[in-house]
């Protein structure tokens, strides 16, 4: 092989190694960053990965929202009128959250079956509710409420 061809090969060659280790970066990267949404029904046949960010939503079950007296520790149950998994969060709700009204919480889903959650997304206002949730709710046979006729986005509420 002459020296000229073996030069633009190996030249190539670099190039081809360099582009394929920049997409395998940039592919782990976003792996890492993509936050799949679980219904309850999901989590509770065991479809949601453990120990992996996940995000959940559904309507916050009435009667079942527990504060801690001594903390910011809050306990509460989401439901998709066919299962429900229990969201366990520390720090302040969203002024918006109710009982009875859509959320999504993201955090990871541990061995117990219980949402860790480090933010909890509430709905803007009366009307509207989070995409996937009344995906959710319109597949287990349930009535989502009417979506709202201006464009809203939640509320979220980070983990102090």
Known sequence: MNPLRRKRLLIILAVLVGVSLAVSLALSALKENINLFYTPSQIANGEAPLDTRIRAGGMVE??????SADSLDVRFVVTDFNQSVTIAYRGILPDLFREGQGIVALGKLNAQGVVVADEVLA??????????????????????????????????????
């Open 62 to 67: 009435k009667g079942s929202l527990q504060r």
């Open 123 to 160: 709905k803007h206002d009366e009307k509207y509710m989070p995409p996937e949730v009344t995906k959710a709710l319109r597949e287990s046979g349930q009535a989502a409420p009417a979506a709202s006729s201006t464009p809203a986005q939640p509320t979220p509420a980070k983990q102090g």
